[in-house]
């Protein structure tokens, strides 16, 4: 076994316990910004269909590789970065098996993706980013802005399927036994989930990194994004 099927073996290992005991099912994003192409068949080849990138560039040309697009048919690719309005035309026509856009962070961008998606009369999953640790820097909507942004896809983007939320999280917290911030997804989602009537199942939560997935599991998240304990570190 390669030392790349290992790690997965390993993460895949981890997140069955951690969902066994919060009776949930996760699923494990492999985030591959950065890595060559090489890397990505590998999982693909024992099992790993989900695969997330950051930036619109290096998603659109890994998304085209004349290997992937041979070997990996049915590959799953997460945009997992913030999308700039004039990268949405591309992400939507020029990648194949675009899966999710987890990063959906304004109203604008939602209408925007909307729109030209009924163009072309197809659908998207996507997530809306959630700010929870409220830094200037950081991408995504106010916390208590949640409901009503949720509210504007749910009635007028016909094209997008809100499959729950998603919140990167404030690195600080990283290596603290802290989980505020997921605790402000989980919050939110509790908030939709009384407003609609949902089953809290019904509402995804994309939180948990490679140095905190097993403690957001443990919060309450359903989608992990794990890059470098699956890859190795970025330089
Ligand atoms: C890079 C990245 C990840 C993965 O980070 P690791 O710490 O390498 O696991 C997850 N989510 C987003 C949005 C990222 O940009």
Redesign the pocket.
Known sequence: MSALEENLKVVLQRIAELSQSKQTSVRL?A?S?TKPVQDIIELYRVGQRYF?E?YADELEKKANDELILTQCPDIRWHF??HLQSNKVNRILTRVPNLDCI??VDSIELANRLNNNLKQQSKTLNILIQINTSNEQQKSGIKPNESLSVYDHIKSNCTQLVCQGL?T?GSLDN?NADDDSDFQVLVQCRKDLCEKYNFAVNDIEL?MG???D?ERAILAGSTIV???????G??H
Not at 225 to 231: A, H, K
């Open positions: 994003i985030i910004k997330g950051n997992v970065g987890q990063t998603m990167i990283v994309s990194m490679s140095n997935y994004r794990v890059g470098s304990l699956l890859f570190a970025r």
